[in-house]
């Protein structure tokens, strides 16, 4: 399974950015999708995530801030990122964990990493 991230990019603070990530290759299902980031120096840590079930989980600084989505047809995560600030700057990788068969284990994939810089 491959995941391709795209939708980084510079903006200024308090602008918005949105993320795209989709999967590809042999999907039976992907239970949960998600976003991770990797600020320089730092721990990479979890950002938000989306049961099949559409269940969601945030990071609490970006609460209220960033919304995740998904499109299961597509095999597709979004992250839309309002109110950015410069604490918000890092690689941002999307995640899968995915079923290859019905009923199989879940195998969790890493998309590439997209930056996104917060800076005036």
């Known amino acids: 399974v491959q995941l391709q991230a795209s939708g980084g990019g510079l903006v200024q603070p308090g602008g918005s950015l949105r993320l795209s990530c989709i999967a590809s290759?042999?999907?039976?299902?992907?239970?949960?999708m998600g976003w991770y980031r990797q600020a320089p120096g730092k721990q990479r840590e979890m950002v938000a995530y989306m049961r099949i079930n559409n269940i969601t989980h945030y990071e609490r600084s970006v609460e209220g801030r960033f919304t995740i989505s998904r499109d299961n047809a597509r095999n597709s995560v979004y992250l839309q990122m309002d109110s950015l600030k410069p604490d918000d700057t890092a690689v941002y990788f999307c995640?899968?964990?995915?079923?290859?068969?019905?009923?199989?284990?879940?195998?969790?994939?890493w998309g590439q990493g997209t930056q996104v810089t917060v800076s005036s």
């Open positions: 995640t899968a964990d995915v079923q290859t068969v019905p009923g199989g284990s879940n195998v969790r994939s």
């Open positions: 290759g042999t999907i039976s299902r992907i239970n949960v």
